[in-house]
């Protein structure tokens, strides 16, 4: 059997595996440069795992309170040069994306603070930590103010706006670096950083927060590096590169990073505690793959990106444009279309592949969702994984794949199910 014939097997046509070899042969330098890329963030992983002597003791974790956890503490010292933080926050107790980025928000924000996105309104499950929608224990019940400044038209900082928005009681500014559930771009870091600059042109010592979700290693350089203050993330996405299954990171002026401590366990307790349980392995390990695992994805989603374009799909990003995050949109235009999607993407999982997806009220999310994700760790979306919302354009967001060679298998998978749908057409 050839390869060719594999795929048949899995069910998938000779027509789509033919189509999927003349896009993929049109990619070869756009991957070569992505694995140059993958090293350049080897380097720099490696080269803190050596600074900070990370030794075998660093993957055994502790238990109770988790005084002197030394791979924790050392782990926390890695994250920090990789980012180029004065500190950082690395843990199994911190549960989520969200529950980073609203620790990071609630620990540094006070009574009386405003705090302002300028990147529009932020990421979905963000609407409850702010208060945007009422809810309880929100930063508005704690008396935070939020404004924020919309993108422009093309997606680009809105500098009249940012400083209208901006007054004495700004005390942290959010830039969300992935759309997310939007189909505006991502910001390049550069981007980032030229909005830094203007912010504390207007006033020198507001905060600057990037939500940095689904950045890290997609660039040579991360918002650390261009005047960002904090920053947090999920460690299932990028950085927990598929092995650790759970957790998040904040990095960070050391200021920032005390108030998060105090925040996560209790004042006086701060860092000190929060024992590692089994989670340390897992999370060293992830970390020192997260740049081919973030590469692997990459690649995943310009193949995506290509697919569908050549069908006639709007994809965010485009197939040819520069990338600042692993997600990609695919606007499916009907729920029909997204659904069957999923379903693909769903039917090449390792796990539950046998499993059909279906729109659901997810909790934080105004539309229903639909998400396609068999994973290893249960909805890591640096693995193999769609989701949308039910709304118009009805885009697809895909993202991960822990290798390429899943991701494009993924991907095929789900242009055969839009196929034996009615919903596109080769022959077109
Ligand atoms: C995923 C994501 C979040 C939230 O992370 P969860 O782990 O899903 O809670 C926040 N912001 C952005 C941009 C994200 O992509």
């Known amino acids: 059997m050839n390869l060719a014939d594999f795929y048949l097997d899995a069910g998938i046509s000779r027509e789509v595996y033919e189509y999927g070899e003349s896009i993929e042969s049109q990619l070869t330098d756009r991957f070569n440069a992505i694995d140059k890329l993958a090293e350049l963030n080897q380097i720099k992983v490696i080269q803190a795992m050596r600074k900070n002597r990370v030794s075998y003791d660093c993957l055994n974790g502790t238990t109770g309170y988790g005084y002197g956890d030394v791979g924790r503490d050392t782990l926390e010292k890695v994250y920090a040069d990789v980012f180029h933080g004065e500190d950082a926050l690395v843990r199994p107790q911190i549960t989520c994306g969200t529950h980073a980025i ?18 529009g309104k932020p990421y979905d499950t963000l609407d409850d930590v702010i208060g945007i929608n009422p809810c309880k224990g929100s930063l508005a019940e704690y008396g935070v103010k939020y404004k924020q400044a919309d993108l422009k038209d093309d997606s680009s900082f809105d500098y009249d706006a940012i400083r209208n928005v901006i007054d004495d009681t700004t005390k942290v500014v959010e830039i969300q670096r992935s759309k997310g559930y939007a189909t505006r771009k991502s910001f390049s870091v550069d981007e980032i950083g030229e909005a830094i600059h203007f912010v504390k042109s207007i006033k020198p010592d507001v905060l600057v927060f990037i939500d940095n979700c689904y950045g890290e290693f997609v660039e040579d350089k991360e918002p650390l590096e261009v005047g960002a203050d904090f920053m947090a993330g999920s460690l299932i996405k990028n950085p927990g590169g598929g092995l650790a299954p759970i957790g998040g990171y904040i990095v960070g002026k050391e200021e920032c990073i005390e108030n998060a401590a105090n925040r996560l366990t209790s004042p006086g307790l701060g860092r000190e505690v929060g024992a590692s349980l089994e989670a340390m ?8 793959l997260a740049p081919t695992v973030t590469a692997s994805a990459e690649k995943g989603a310009i193949f995506a990106a290509k697919i569908f374009e050549g069908l006639g799909y709007t994809c965010v990003p485009k197939a040819d444009e520069d990338r600042h995050d692993i997600i990609q949109a695919v606007e499916l235009v009907t729920p029909e279309a997204l659904c069957a999607f999923c379903e693909g993407i769903q039917a090449a999982s390792p796990i539950d ?76």
Do not use: C
């Open 353 to 428: 592949s046998y499993v059909k997806p279906e729109p659901w009220d997810m909790p934080g999310y105004s539309d229903q969702v639909i998400m396609a994700a068999g994973t290893f760790v249960s909805g890591a979306s640096i693995e193999l994984s769609a989701d949308g919302p039910l709304r118009d354009p009805y885009a697809a967001y895909f993202q991960g794949g822990l290798t390429y060679p899943h991701a494009k298998i993924g991907i095929l998978m789900a242009l055969q199910y839009l196929i034996n749908a009615g919903e596109t057409s080769l022959k077109k």
């Open 102 to 119: 609203a620790l990071a928000l609630f620990s540094n924000l006070r009574p009386g603070d405003t705090f302002v996105s300028i990147a």
């Open 281 to 288: 392995r897992s999370f060293y390990q992830g970390f020192f």
